[in-house]
């Protein structure tokens, strides 16, 4: 009885929509507790009815005793056995009623459950397009900075090939601007003899040889700098 009254509370007082103060926390197990307990009240009805039967039996057998006239105080059972039977109807009253208020109670909480988990998948429906259309945002921003990546890398390209093309034309002027920066100096001097007057010649300065001291082991530190930089910056 306690747990017919308790799930009977929580199939009528159990709010829907917004849930109230006093809410019910109603879920798929009192469905299964409310038919196990239909299943004990008809099984309580299947032993009332046979107690019944059994019963008009032998009222039946008393009253055929009794006009056969082989026994002399049937009366006594019989109004006890119609005591009994008057019990057993009245206890079946009680129990089919019991019965039917748990089909009620089972079937408005399988309609509670069932507007809750329509709510639940509308909620769920509302979030889950919230969520797409936060991945179309995600997406678009994302094709976006693809798109600037792309400008970016070919822009990269095109200055990569100014670089490239700087560099060549550097490369190309490099033995030229040699020539021109040793001819300027004074590491190599126009000299003219006697005989030759107007025939004037180049000759290399006594002190040639302190640039070419000068020069290699520079050159020789400016590449070992530049390839431990390289290196060192992997």
Not at 24 to 29: I, S
Not at 74 to 101: C, G
Not at 149 to 173: C, E, P, V, W
Not at 198 to 226: C, E, K, R
Request: glycine share 4%.
């Amino acid at each position: 009885m306690l747990t017919q009254k308790v799930q009977n509370d929580k199939a009528c007082f159990s709010s829907v929509g917004k849930p109230m103060k006093d809410h019910y926390a109603t879920n798929f197990a009192d469905s299964q507790r409310t038919q196990n307990l239909r299943q004990r009240l008809l099984k309580a009805v299947t032993l009332l009815d046979a107690d019944l039967e059994i019963a008009r039996t032998c009222v039946t057998q008393c009253r055929e005793i009794e006009r056969l006239g082989l026994s002399d105080g049937p009366q006594a059972v019989l109004a006890e056995l119609e005591v009994y039977s008057s019990q057993m109807m009245s206890h079946k009253d009680i129990v089919t009623s019991l019965l039917e208020h748990s089909r009620g109670t089972m079937e408005l909480l399988f309609k509670i459950l069932e507007f809750r988990n329509s709510e639940n998948i509308g909620r769920s429906a509302a979030a889950l397009h919230k969520d797409v259309g936060l991945l179309r945002d995600v997406a678009f921003q994302s094709k976006e900075e693809g798109k600037a990546m792309t400008k970016l890398a070919q822009q990269n390209r095109s200055d990569t090939r100014s670089l490239k093309a700087l560099s060549i034309i550097g490369t190309l002027y490099l033995p030229a601007t040699f020539i021109a920066t040793i001819f300027s100096s004074n590491l190599i001097q126009p000299r003219s003899t006697r005989d030759a007057v107007d025939d004037p010649h180049f000759v290399l300065a006594d002190d040639f040889w302190l640039f070419v001291v000068v020069a290699i082991p520079l050159m020789v530190v400016t590449l070992a700098y530049t390839y431990w930089v390289e290196k060192w910056s992997r």
